[in-house]
């Protein structure tokens, strides 16, 4: 685990490290991925250190999804993008290279070279079944009653 210290995105909050700002509140900060996917690829970063979307308090993933929906709606309308992609990865094996939480927003245009892709599995019912079961029984075990109340 990384210390706030030597995180890169906790860097760019204390503005010991330069960025692209594109926007800040108390909460969150946006700017510029220094390596982007299409022009106009920015991060959403809340200001709290936190590693995944797991370890992030709720009240903060609300503030920085809201960003992000603002944002992405100024970055599609200024660029004139066709669309957007929101992503946003947890843990190395799920492409996530800096281990402080944040969302990317990738602009979109017809015929750009973006590959968001993925090959899928192959799950019959009984699978799909089984699947069910399990998701909803570990859910069950957790005591925290908004879980609760979805099933
Ligand atoms: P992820 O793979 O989801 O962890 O994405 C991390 C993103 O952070 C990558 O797209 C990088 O290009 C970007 N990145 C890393 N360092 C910086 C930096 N100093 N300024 C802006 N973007 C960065
Ligand atoms: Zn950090």
């Given at each position: 685990m ?9 860097k760019?909050v ?5 960025s692209?700002?594109i926007y ?12 982007p996917?299409?022009p ?10 936190s590693?995944t ?12 999804i809201?960003?992000t929906k603002?944002?992405a ?9 066709d669309?957007v ?21 990738i602009?979109r245009?017809?015929?750009?070279k973006?590959?968001?892709?993925y090959q899928r599995?192959q ?9 069910q ?6 859910g069950?075990k957790e005591?925290?009653s ?5 099933f």
């Amino acid at each position: 685990m990384i210390s706030e210290q030597e995180c890169i995105f906790c860097k760019i909050v204390r503005g010991e490290i330069p960025s692209k700002k594109i926007y800040e509140d108390h909460d969150v900060i946006a700017f510029l991925d220094i390596n982007p996917a299409n022009p106009g690829h920015c991060l959403v970063v809340p200001k709290k250190h936190s590693e995944t979307i797991s370890d992030t308090d709720d009240e903060v993933l609300e503030k920085a999804i809201v960003v992000t929906k603002k944002l992405a709606t100024v970055v599609k309308e200024k660029l004139n993008a066709d669309g957007v992609n929101i992503v946003q990865n947890n843990g190395r094996h799920a492409g996530q290279l800096v281990s402080h939480i944040h969302f990317h927003i990738i602009p979109r245009f017809p015929d750009d070279k973006v590959l968001i892709t993925y090959q899928r599995v192959q799950m019959d019912e009984n699978a799909l079944n089984e699947m069910q079961k399990k998701l909803t029984e570990e859910g069950k075990k957790e005591s925290r009653s908004d879980w609760d109340m979805r099933f």
